[in-house]
């Protein structure tokens, strides 16, 4: 069983930047892909980003296509979203998570993900 855990998160004003980490104990060579996943008050937990333990096969949701840059460090196990020109719709609480099987549908959508982060929370005033 893997073990996620967040930092990073804070409080940012528009337009402004911050980087997330996750470390993962327990990694493991199973696993397939991990990426980054938010839920905004209200809102269902969506997909931000994700890529393959190689560094390769980066996705991201459209929403934050050009603005957040998704990257690994194989060897040390990290995982970090850098998030730039912050928007106030970015605040959310923000998950790592991995998976050890292969995406049936969406490699963005949470259901397809089974080891989770507690969060890191976002918020960014205008």
């Known amino acids: 069983q893997m073990r996620l855990v967040e930092s990073g998160g804070g409080s940012v004003q528009a337009g402004g930047s911050l980087r997330l980490s996750c470390t993962a104990a327990?990694?493991?060579?199973?696993?397939?892909?991990m990426g980054w996943f938010r839920r905004a008050p209200g809102k269902e937990r969506e997909g931000v980003a994700t890529?393959?333990?190689?560094?390769?096969?980066?996705r991201y949701a459209d929403s934050v296509n050009g603005r957040f840059t998704i990257s690994i460090d194989f060897t040390k196990a990290i995982l970090n979203l850098q998030m730039d020109s912050l928007k106030r719709e970015d605040t959310a609480m923000y998950y790592c998570?991995?998976?050890?099987?292969?995406?049936?549908?969406?490699?963005?959508?949470?259901?397809?993900?089974?080891?989770w982060g507690q969060g890191t929370q976002v918020t960014v005033s205008s």
């Open positions: 327990g990694y493991t060579a199973s696993v397939k892909y």
């Open positions: 998570a991995a998976t050890t099987s292969w995406p049936s549908t969406s490699v963005l959508s949470p259901d397809e993900y089974s080891n």
């Open positions: 890529i393959r333990p190689s560094g390769t096969s980066a």
